[in-house]
């Protein structure tokens, strides 16, 4: 049975009841050190110290997480290689990624479960739609690793198809350094201007890097609200996840 339901306050909405079911995705880059590369098990540990607190409240989490901190396909295309096999590379980084965070968690305490969409059953479970649905209901968290299992995908598509098979309320895009969507980008471009509110066309037809266009294509066809936040404030993710407004919003 469902207990939450959007209830909106002054601020945004009540503690704890803005949403029943989330999809948090993360960039590969969201858990790498200093130089932006690898995994730096300090970073992942303040990432996950606020997943296990959002998680206390009730809402149940899945999570995507990028590989672009290990590898990307497109880089090994540039270098020479076949992109599907390139593709597969950035897959398996997904995998370690999840791993490292699911360690993480389950050292806090909190019910972890991996599934891949490429079947490696020694380490995570194979995705399936129902099960996932039924850790979660379970109270566990989920970690959506090996992106769709298809080359020539991102883990922003990745996060879009998984958060409508499982019925999410809502996409929790956390970036690093960014806090929102902007009309360019402000390290570069001092005048950028931040947005609020924006529907799923509006960032395609003014190209804005949010995410690639199969994924945000995905979005506005299934109807999938996003929220771009940023993550390098200490409880945002807790925040966000309670409702409160930050970052940008997109909607119809
Ligand atoms: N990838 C893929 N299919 C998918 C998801 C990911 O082939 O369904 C590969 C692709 O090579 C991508 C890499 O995995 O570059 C890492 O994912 P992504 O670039 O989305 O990570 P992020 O930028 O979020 O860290």
């Known amino acids: 049975m469902c207990f ?16 029943k079911r989330v999809l948090l995705k993360l960039s590969g880059e969201a858990i790498a050190g200093e130089k932006g590369f690898g995994i730096d098990p300090k970073v992942v540990n303040k990432l996950t110290n606020q997943i296990a607190k959002a998680k206390k ?15 990307r396909g ?34 806090k305490g909190v019910d972890t479960r991996v599934l891949t969409s490429v079947e490696m059953k020694a380490m995570a479970e194979p995705y399936i739609r ?12 989920v970690i959506f690793a090996a992106g769709i299992g298809n080359p020539f995908f991102s883990t922003d598509t990745t996060a879009a198809l998984r958060a409508k098979e499982i019925d999410a309320d809502v996409i929790l895009m956390g970036k690093n350094a960014v806090d929102g969507v902007y009309s360019a980008d402000p390290k570069l471009v ?7 509110d924006l529907t799923h066309m ?14 945000i294509s ?17 409880d945002n993710i807790i925040r966000v996840i309670n409702g409160e407004k930050m970052g940008t919003s997109i909607k119809k």
């Open 4 to 19: 939450f339901k959007k209830v909106k306050n002054s601020g945004g909405y009540k503690m704890g009841k803005a949403y």
């Open 57 to 71: 409240q009730d809402v149940e989490i899945a999570i995507v997480v990028g590989g672009g901190n290990i590898w």
């Open 74 to 107: 497109k880089t090994g295309e540039a270098l020479g290689m076949e992109r599907a096999t390139a593709d597969s590379m950035g897959m398996l980084a997904t995998v370690m990624n999840s791993l490292a965070l699911q360690d993480s968690l389950e050292q």
């Open 130 to 141: 129902r099960r996932a649905i039924r850790h979660l209901e379970k109270g566990r968290v």
């Open 190 to 196: 001092k005048s950028a201007k931040k947005f609020d």
């Open 202 to 215: 509006e960032i395609i037809n003014r190209g804005l890097a949010v995410m690639d266009s199969t994924a």
């Open 218 to 234: 995905f979005c506005m066809d299934n109807n999938l609200p996003i929220i771009v936040f940023s993550i390098d404030e200490e």
